[in-house]
């Protein structure tokens, strides 16, 4: 494959909708990462999963925020009742494994706004 | 807790001047550090990572535990090197933690 690719690269929606963000990782890669990049926090982690173990869950901003992986590949990441501070650039990543020292290659985002 | 500073959000430079993009991190443990960039209109890329102690496109950086900091150096910089430039963190965890960026631009 080329590499991580999420869709939709753009979403408008009104504000208390809930939206779907995908993201498909480079083939084999075991480890998936969603960050949020947004003009007044920057780059924030969200979500991590790795194989079959169970998520880190610790960047989730609210209970709002979820996200799952289905067998091993595909992840959505799905926010309800969006609120306008949902507003920012989605990114998602993918590594071989989870080892600190492994690359980490990005997607090219999806842009929210949130009417 | 573990914290990714990057005290300037715009270095501009002419070309050939030397560059160096500040950052400095918290953590209690034993830090890996990277740097990553972002071109425009392109993805957020790595760069470099301190261990292993590399120069890609002629920048380097190198891993001051004393002052807590892991600043990027070109001797000469080259207009393509515009871009955005964040520098990150893994250590509790294996997501990144990441500096606010500094954006560097190279003039002619």
């Known amino acids: 494959g080329a590499g991580v690719s999420q869709s939709p690269s753009n979403k408008v929606t009104e504000k208390g909708k809930d939206v779907e963000l995908r993201c498909d990782p480079i083939s084999g890669h075991t480890a998936l990462y969603w960050y949020r990049q947004s003009l007044g926090q920057g780059l924030e982690f969200l979500i991590y999963f790795q194989g079959n173990s169970a998520p880190d869950k610790s960047g989730l901003p609210s209970d709002r925020f979820s996200a799952e992986r289905t067998g091993g590949s595909v992840s959505t990441l799905t926010i309800q009742r969006t609120q306008q501070e949902d507003s920012a650039v989605y990114l998602c990543a993918s590594s071989w494994t989870g080892a600190w020292d492994n690359e980490q290659f990005f997607g090219p985002g999806t842009r929210l706004t949130v009417l | 807790a573990q914290r990714v500073t990057q005290p300037e959000k715009l270095l501009s430079v002419f070309k050939g001047a030397p560059v160096e993009l500040k950052c400095n991190y918290s953590y209690s443990g034993s830090p890996e550090l990277f740097w990553y960039v972002q071109y425009s209109r392109q993805r957020l890329q790595l760069l470099l990572r301190?261990?292993s102690r590399e120069s890609i496109k002629g920048f380097t950086a190198d891993l001051n535990k004393g002052e807590t900091s892991f600043h990027l150096k070109k001797p000469f910089a080259q207009e393509e090197d515009s871009a955005m430039y964040y520098c990150?963190?893994?250590?509790?965890?294996?997501?990144?933690?990441f500096g606010g960026g500094t954006r560097l631009m190279v003039k002619p």
């Open positions: 301190h261990i």
């Open positions: 990150a963190l893994s250590g509790q965890g294996n997501m990144l933690t």
